[in-house]
C-alpha cells in the first residue's frame, strides 16, 4: 500500500499545521498508510555534525531515516517564521538527510520522491511566505515538490470542536490536491516495486 508521512513543522500541542495535516489525512485514508515522524523527531537536538556520531542520537536519526525511507510522498504541514520554514522542520531535514553522507548503507530517502506543501496560519497569508524556502530546502535534497500547494489563512476561525470547517469550495480544492498528490505518490510506490 503507498505510504505517506505527514510531516509537521510546529512543534505546538494545539498546531493548526498538525491539525490540517489531520483533516487532509481523512481524504486519503482509504487509499494510502499514514506514517509520521513526529515520535522520532521531537527530542533531535540542533544539527551539529560533532554530534552525528554519538550513539543515541544516531539512533534516534536512523528510525526516524527508516520512516522518510518507508513513504512514497511527504505531506509537508509547517507555519512560517519570519517568512521562513521552521528551525525544528529544517533541523529534522538536516539530520535525515546527512545519514547517505556519513555512511554507505543508508541511501537517501529524498530522491525523486513527491512533496506536497502546505501551510496554516492565523495571518492573511495563511503562511504563504515560507513555501518558496520550504520548496527550495526539498528540491535540494532531490525531493520532486508538487506544483500545487495549500495555504490555510486565518486558521483558527475554520477550526471547530470538531475540526477544521471550510466553506464548499476550499473543501472541494483541498479534497482535490490531496487526491492528486495521493495518485503521484502511488505513481512512485509503483516504480519503487518495479
Not at 510546529?10 to 481524504?27: C, D, G, M, V
Not at 513526529?38 to 526516524?64: C, G, K, M, S
Not at 512560517?80 to 545519514?99: A, C, F, H, M
Amino acid at each position: 500500500m503507498t505510504q505517506l508521512l505527514l510531516l509537521s513543522g510546529s512543534q505546538r500541542q494545539e498546531s493548526f499545521n498538525a491539525r490540517l495535516l489531520n483533516h487532509l489525512a481523512q481524504h486519503v485514508e482509504d487509499s494510502c498508510g499514514l506514517l509520521t515522524a513526529a515520535p522520532f523527531a521531537e527530542y533531535l537536538p540542533i544539527f551539529n555534525q560533532d554530534l552525528e556520531n554519538e550513539p543515541t542520537i544516531r539512533a534516534q536519526v536512523t528510525e526516524l531515516h527508516a520512516v522518510f525511507m518507508a513513504c512514497d510522498g511527504i505531506v509537508v504541514a509547517s507555519p512560517e517564521y519570519n517568512g521562513q520554514l521552521t528551525p525544528y522542520l529544517k533541523n529534522i531535514i538536516d539530520w535525515v538527510s546527512r545519514l547517505a553522507y556519513i555512511d554507505p548503507a543508508f541511501d537517501n530517502p529524498f530522491v525523486d520522491k513527491p512533496v506536497l506543501l502546505c501551510t496554516a496560519s492565523t495571518g492573511g497569508s495563511g503562511g504563504a511566505m515560507g513555501i518558496p524556502s520550504a520548496r527550495a530546502l526539498f528540491g535540494y535534497v532531490g525531493g520532486v515538490v508538487f506544483g500545487e500547494t495549500i495555504s490555510v489563512p486565518f486558521a483558527h476561525q475554520a477550526w471547530t470542536d470538531a475540526g477544521y470547517f471550510f466553506e464548499g469550495d476550499f473543501e472541494d480544492h483541498l479534497q482535490h490536491v490531496i487526491q492528486r498528490f495521493a495518485k503521484q505518490a502511488r505513481h512512485f510506490h509503483a516504480d519503487k516495486q518495479g
